[in-house]
């Protein structure tokens, strides 16, 4: 059986969760079937990869995303499955199943719906990827939700959709990669004194991530720790410019804020990860959230945002500490200072009690290795295609 993966994101181009997810995916696949990935970007080994077509370079990025689609559609001849990414590969995906009448099932990382902040990104182009992502689900033979909560969205953004062919299949960790790191050179490269707690961001600059939240709480942390945050590839100059200011205005305030804001090695990432005392994860929308899946193999305590499929993944006074948020239809806090300080509240938490954050480390990987296998996740998407 030939099952072709459309993704935009795929290594080494891997910018979130969608990506790291497809990586592992297609590599657990790949010992059960013949996969071919097809991806936006420059050329890769072990992918089939797209550039903007001709034509395109000046358009509105929702318009280059279609334009791309329409050549991998194309690639997808001989396929027996395609299966889908995000909205940037669900066009492909939908045009693949009318074209050659194949099975066509969606992995669904977001919905566009629930992410209105991305019409500061893409303008008009915001319909289009919300139209791309409408149509491919709706006529999808099979849809892939990554936790409960996932499902629950998909369910209410497109009542069209019956629920019977909406399967959760979690994401997953490679807790052999995932897994402490004696070593802490990454943290003397990048000016993290390994001598003081601290308090560790990993993620992209985006109003998702809810990273403005967590500068306004870090005011309120414990001074005598430091603040880490590997953040970067920002969706806007406005975000970049409001990140920065905000930055700024703390460190002005309190030493130890350090912003690492290139894409680091993967191995620089895990050794940051582990000798945190605490992974913070403010999101405000997070359909299952993997990074928190990453800091909790590395054995770090994870505060994070009871939202979306993150509490199928942190267990709350056990694995870490989640922060309760009520949420406009735009995502956002209706109380943005409550949510500030109940950020600060459970980090502080943490901070001050080590031995409770080792605690909770520990069960954190106890529960990835136990619960979250890409062997088992691969297996179960394999027994989805069978049965389309």
């Given at each position: 059986m030939r099952v072709d993966l459309l993704s935009r994101e795929y290594p080494p181009e891997v910018y979130g969760g969608a990506g790291v997810h497809v990586e592992y995916l297609a590599r657990e696949l790949r010992r059960l079937l013949d996969v071919r990935v097809r991806c936006f970007g420059g050329p890769r080994e072990d992918a089939t990869a797209y550039r903007i077509p001709g034509?395109?370079?000046?358009?509105?990025?929702?318009?280059?995303?279609?334009?791309?689609?329409?050549?991998?559609?194309?690639?997808?001849?001989?396929?027996d499955l395609v299966h889908s990414h995000t909205w940037y590969a669900n066009f492909a995906g939908h045009v693949a199943k009318m074209l050659y009448g194949?099975?066509?099932v969606v992995t669904t990382h977001s919905l566009e719906p629930l992410r209105p902040w991305k019409a500061e990104q893409l303008g008009?182009?915001?319909?289009?990827?919300?139209?791309?992502?409408?149509?491919?689900?709706?006529?999808?033979?099979?849809i892939i939700a990554v936790s409960e909560g996932m499902r629950a969205d998909v369910l209410t953004a497109y009542p069209e959709?019956?629920?019977?062919?909406?399967?959760?299949?979690?994401?997953?960790i490679d807790t052999g990669e995932y897994a402490p790191a004696p070593g802490a050179a990454a943290l003397t490269r990048h000016g993290i004194d390994p001598a003081r707690p601290y308090v560790v961001f990993v993620g992209r600059i985006t109003r998702q991530k809810g990273l403005a939240h967590l500068l306004r709480a870090a005011h309120s942390f414990d001074p005598a720790a430091q603040l880490v945050l590997c953040a970067g590839a920002p969706d806007t100059p406005e975000i970049a410019a409001e990140v920065t200011a905000l930055v700024e205005e703390l460190s002005a305030v309190r030493n130890g804020v350090i912003w690492i804001s290139e894409m680091l090695p993967r191995p620089e990432v895990i050794e940051i990860l582990t000798h945190a005392t605490v992974f913070i994860c403010p999101s405000v929308y997070e359909p299952m959230g993997i990074v928190n899946l990453e800091a909790m193999a590395c054995e770090t305590a994870v505060v994070a945002t009871a939202t979306g499929g993150i509490p199928e993944v942190v267990a709350d006074q056990e694995?870490?500490?989640l922060v309760p948020i009520e949420q406009g239809l735009d995502g956002e806090p209706y109380d943005r200072e409550?949510?500030?300080?109940?950020?600060?509240?459970?980090?502080?938490a943490l901070l001050s009690d080590p031995g409770l954050a080792d605690d909770m480390g520990r069960q954190g990987r106890r529960r990835a290795v136990e619960h979250f296998s890409w062997l088992r996740i691969a297996e179960r998407t394999r027994e989805l295609y069978m049965s389309l």
């Open positions: 034509g395109l370079e000046s358009a509105n990025p929702a318009l280059q995303v279609l334009g791309v689609d329409l050549e991998m559609a194309a690639g997808c001849l001989g396929a194949l099975p066509h008009g182009g915001y319909t289009l990827s919300s139209w791309a992502e409408r149509t491919a689900l709706a006529s999808a033979d099979a959709i019956s629920p019977k062919r909406v399967t959760v299949i979690h994401n997953g694995t870490g500490l409550a949510f500030a300080v109940a950020i600060a509240s459970r980090v502080n």
